[in-house]
């Protein structure tokens, strides 16, 4: 339905903003349609708009509630090379959701990897990103090496 917004906001010479977009991707999250909120990420540059991190984040964490840990990976890795025309870098936020994405996708070794870029970008882990990585990989008797 946001995608539905967006078109009638268009029938009525009504161009939409990031905020727009934002909230739209945001809905797609909560209604587990990864897909539209990747497809609307991909459509800040029909309107001449850039994507911010609040968009990107919203459409990590719509990946991470459609169990696609390999989209929101994808998607955190072009934010960080994208940060200089967003103004801002991944956050905390933007990891918590690919790490989620990853521990219920049971992709395991890429949410212990995740931990150590969150180190490596001065982003140390928060006791709920440890333990959500701890109980994902030993239930599965992943190895999780010392750091």
């Known amino acids: ?8 906001m268009q029938l009525q010479c009504i161009l939409p903003d990031v905020g727009c977009f934002n909230a739209c991707i945001s809905a797609c999250e909560k209604g587990g349609d990864w897909r539209g909120g990747l497809r609307l990420l991909s459509a800040f540059h029909a ?20 169990s696609q840990w390999t989209q929101a990976v994808a998607l955190l890795a072009e934010a ?14 933007s990891f918590t ?42 239930s599965r008797g992943t190895h999780v090496p010392d750091r």
């Open 80 to 93: 960080d090379r994208e940060r200089v025309h967003m103004d801002s870098w991944p956050d905390r936020v």
């Open 47 to 66: 309107f001449s708009l850039k994507p911010d991190l609040i968009s990107v984040n919203a459409a990590m964490s719509a990946c991470e509630k459609g």
């Open 1 to 8: 339905r946001s995608h539905e917004l967006l078109a009638h």
């Open 97 to 138: 959701a690919v790490l989620a994405a990853c521990t219920r996708s049971a992709a395991h070794s890429a949410a212990v990897e995740l931990l150590g870029v969150m180190r490596q970008k001065s982003l140390p882990p928060d006791p709920l990103n440890i333990v959500s990585v701890l109980a994902a990989t030993t």
